[in-house]
């Protein structure tokens, strides 16, 4: 079973830039995750989709994050603009019962 | 608020065991993780538990919860240079997980 799949693995911006980020969940599974990982962190939660709607968003910072997931498949995740302080990993997961969440390899963002 | 805290680093030698420990603040948690991340890479799911469960074994890993103290350990028998990682702790009460700041274990040869 393939797992979770990410791109790009890595990703160099200046600030102000706007960057995007792709998720592939595992096939069936409904629940996808876009986890924000910062060095030396754990991961936080930033949304949380179930199909293509959204259950949780309370940590996005919306004024410059967005993500969507078109037709319950993939998600994009877009950063814009682009702060220093977004510097981080970011993962996204996903689910077919909630209590298994699996990870994908995730996307380095380094914000000049 | 929720809030879950791990100690920062283990070092251990080759063919001990390594007990990684967490607690967490919310008691409506109804399922307890452990995760591994090596450099990297994201995250592996090793083992939950359910928080009506004590204890929990898979393998070389054993998971012990105490509910009552809000404390969740993990033990890793006969260690090995291929466990060194980073191991997280979280916790779901509302389907969301909730993680630590991991533990670095360092295995020495």
């Known amino acids: 079973e393939a797992g979770v799949a990410q791109s790009p693995r890595y990703k160099i911006i200046e600030k102000r830039q706007s960057v995007a980020f792709w998720c592939n969940p595992i096939?069936?599974?409904?629940?996808l995750y876009w986890y924000q990982q910062i060095l030396g962190q754990g991961p936080k939660l930033l949304i949380q989709f179930q199909n293509n709607g959204v259950v949780d968003d309370s940590q996005l910072p919306k004024d410059r994050f967005s993500a969507e997931r078109l037709k319950g498949v993939d998600s994009t995740l877009k950063i814009q603009p682009a702060k220093l302080e977004d510097s981080a990993v970011y993962l996204c997961?996903?689910?077919?019962?909630?209590?298994?969440?699996?990870f994908g390899p995730g996307t380095r963002l380094t914000v000049t | 608020g929720e809030d879950v805290e791990q100690s920062l680093f283990l070092s251990v030698r080759e063919g001990d065991s390594s007990v990684i420990n967490c607690t967490y603040t919310?008691?409506?948690?109804?399922?307890l993780y452990w995760y591994k991340q090596e450099p990297g890479a994201g995250l592996q799911l090793l083992t939950y538990i359910f928080s009506n469960m004590d204890m929990k074994q898979d393998q070389r890993l054993t998971v012990l919860l105490n509910k009552k103290d809000k404390h969740l350990s993990l033990r890793i028998a006969d260690t090995q240079t291929g466990d060194s990682a980073i191991y997280f702790c979280?916790?779901?009460?509302?389907?969301?997980?909730?993680f630590g700041q991991g533990t670095t274990l360092q295995v020495k040869p």
């Open positions: 096939s069936g599974h409904a629940t």
């Open positions: 919310d008691s409506s948690s109804t399922y």
């Open positions: 979280a916790e779901s009460g509302t389907g969301k997980l909730i």
């Open positions: 997961a996903s689910s077919f019962e909630s209590r298994e969440q699996y």
